[in-house]
């Protein structure tokens, strides 16, 4: 009996080890092998108790103790065994009827003190010994099946696993599994052979231990080698491993892609790997690890590798190989490329955007210290205009055009170019590279879209020649700008150059927006009036023309302010003032008998985008009760740039409502003789450019009799505006012209001055 309780002693130890280990793991079944454990150790000891004890209380509750504790071990195993093979009850009902028969078991057994149900122990003298001896009763064997039962759980779980498992798994379902029923067996024989000790509890130790290493311990080396290869065999990264020659043991499937090897060609690696990255034999061998980037080009592809060399060492120190590892970059460094060219450049365009232009010139300028440079501002004029009219793909168009245009001549190692939004583009040039002829004419290109265009393309460059090279680069553009403002109204390509009194223009500009709205209130805004004049000399009526008396700037022409009024949308305000002042004016001429004398109004092309012009005049006849035929509008050709048929019925309009319309500045901007036929107009102002002209040019003498016969032919009178001496009156009289306004006859005068000197003119 004294092996038998060594043995139980070391089991117990040993259990006793793997339960405190599997108490400190961290492993999910943990929990499950330590409840094993915990009630495998008490059936050690009361079964050891058996072994040695004769007394018949002591073995009583040794047998009592033992019975229960192998109900809650094989409940704990079969919970267990559930969770291992991953059976999880999922009706919480099957967990309950376990825990519920587990129960009721314990509870009967506990019971066999007072009902003596369970067994019995009788005192049995034979020859050899006498002693207590165990008597099974009627429930012991309903505990045998309560057993039987719960032992089935753990066996149908195990079974079912180890069929349904990878064969990398099976060995550990099978070996518990196999102990478990080893076991079983020498448990049955234990209870048919009516032994007083149960030695099957050794085998349940084993299985114990079993049970400890597979759940807690086991570590699958056959699965991670699989899964290694597997990986190894699957994954993007090039794996190579070279044994301490630097010969090449083994690489992986993309390895072999990306160096180019056959299968049976692994030997090749490092020979392939060198070539790869064009390192020397002989360096390579003295580095510990390194990285390098390199480049492969192969039918026609360019692919982008990290390779990563690195020495193995064992725990001595010594060298047991290397391995290299190269990492396909060619997606990831493309799409930073990608993105690293659209956070720098227009999108449109595909040249710089303003923050890397920016930033280039100003590395530029520091890199070239000794250099003189000037910077350059492109601004389409009437872009909106040309959006509008023409629509976004066009003018999508126009500026790819100007990019191009920028990249075929902008080729000077130190020229920086890009675009600094909408239709504006900048440019940096070195002074000695800059031609204004070159640029213009590279320039004047830019409209040539292939097509006949009614809004002319014009574009406008300022130029800014960078005395500080500190200066911030936006600081230098906005000169470039300020440049442009100036020649904003002109209709031809220009380059203005920046100069300090551009600013000035820039600030006039500002407080002529500003002051208008008071000017106008304080009556400082007036209308001056020039007498029209028919050929036998009669004042027939006057033009209305705005002067603006300022406080501090004194008397100021139209060319100070109306250009800028114009730009900023503001005409329409002072017109409407001065159309108003006409109106008043004509009201009291009307009242003081004056019916006979007319006076004809500006409309700038601008007043058409800004009001319903109709409306508001035909609102002012009718306010002042104006016989409509004595306020004349003029209006200029160059209203029908665009939306002509919008305007030739706005035209017609306000013709209907009785309103005598001119056609102002005849000849000085974009006239053609076509127009004259399109416009439905009732009188024809000629510009007084012709009248400078026809000093010393016969053509132009010819050309305006030419138009003073057309209109003529088309019962359209002609007024000849700027007519300054005798000699141009002769002439025109001579030619047919019908009336005349001028300096010969009369300047602009204020209207008191025109009422006192020239109502009438003999
Ligand atoms: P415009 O309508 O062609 O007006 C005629 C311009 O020629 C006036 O200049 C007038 O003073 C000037 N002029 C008249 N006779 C002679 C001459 O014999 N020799 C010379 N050298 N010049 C002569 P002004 O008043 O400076 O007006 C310039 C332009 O400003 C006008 O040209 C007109 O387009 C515009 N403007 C004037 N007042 C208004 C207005 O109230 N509204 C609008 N929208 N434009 C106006
Ligand atoms: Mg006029
Ligand atoms: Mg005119």
Known sequence: MMWYVVTMAVLAVVTVFCLIRSIRSKREIAPYVTNLLIWLFIPIISNTILAVSTGADVLRFCYTVYFISTTVLLYYFAQFSLEYCNFRIRHP????????????????????????????????????????????????????????????????????????????YRDRYITILSVFLLTSLWQVFHIVSNEKIDQSIIGMCVMGVFIYIYAIEYQPQALMEEMKKTVLATI?????FFDEERNCIYTNAAAQFQLGLGTNETSAGFEKLLALTGEDREDSANYQ?????????????????DIEFHKLHDLQGKLIGSFAKITDNTERTKRENLN????????????????RLYDSIRETLQA???????????????????????????????????????????????TRYGRLGSDKFGVLIEKDNYDEETFIAAMRDVPNVGRNLVIPIIMH???YEIEDKSMPVSAMFDRAFIAIAGVKHDAELKVAHYEENSRDALLWDQKITEQLDNAILTGQIVPYLQAQVSRDG????????????????????????????????????????????????????????????????????????????????????????????????????????????????????LRDAGFIVEMDDFGSGYSSLNMLKDMPVDVLKLDMIFLKDTAKNERTKKIMSLIIDLAKSLDVPVIAEGVETIDQVDFLV?????????????????????????????
């Open 93 to 168: 009902a099957i967990g309950y009827f376990m825990t519920s028969i587990m129960g009721l078991d314990v509870v009967s057994v506990a019971l066999n003190y007072l009902w003596g149900h369970v067994f019995t122990l009788e005192y049995v003298t034979t020859a050899e010994e006498s002693g207590y001896v165990f008597q099974s009763l009627w429930y012991h064997k309903i505990h045998l099946l309560i057993s039987a039962a719960l032992w089935m759980i753990a066996v149908v779980a195990f079974s079912l696993k180890t069929i349904k498992t990878s064969k990398l």
């Open 236 to 240: 993007s990264d090039g794996i190579l």
């Open 289 to 305: 690890s390194k990285i390098l980037n390199c480049t492969k080009v192969e039918d026609g592809e360019e692919y982008i590798y």
């Open 340 to 355: 690293r060219f659209l956070a720098t450049h227009d999108k449109l365009t595909g040249i710089y955007n303003t923050d």
């Open 368 to 414: 070239n210290p000794d250099k003189e440079f000037l910077v350059l501002a492109s601004d389409i004029k009437e872009f909106k205009l040309v959006n509008d009219r023409y629509g976004k793909e066009f003018a999508d168009k126009l500026l790819i055009r100007i990019a191009d245009l920028l990249k075929e001549k902008a080729v000077s190692a130190t």
């Open 461 to 463: 460059v300022g130029a």
């Open 538 to 653: 009669k004042v027939v009526g006057a033009e209305v023309l705005v002067r603006w008396i300022h406080p501090d700037e004194g008397f100021m022409p139209p060319g100070k302010f109306l250009g800028i009024l114009e730009k900023n949308g503001m005409i329409g305000k002072i017109d409407q003032y001065i159309w108003e002042c006409a109106c008043r004016i004509l009201r009291r001429w009307s009242f003081e008998g004056r019916n006979d004398l007319y006076l004809s109004v500006n409309i700038s092309p601008k007043d058409f985008y800004m009001m319903d012009v109709p409306e508001v005049i035909i609102g002012l006849a009718d306010k002042y009760e104006l016989d409509r035929k004595r306020l004349r509008l003029e209006i200029t050709e160059s209203i029908m740039m665009d939306d002509i048929d919008e305007k030739l019925k706005t035209i017609d309009r």
């Open 734 to 762: 001579k030619m047919g012209c019908d009336y005349f306004q001028g300096y010969y006859f009369a300047r602009p005068v204020s209207l008191d001055e025109y009422e006192k000197k020239n109502l009438s003119v003999s």
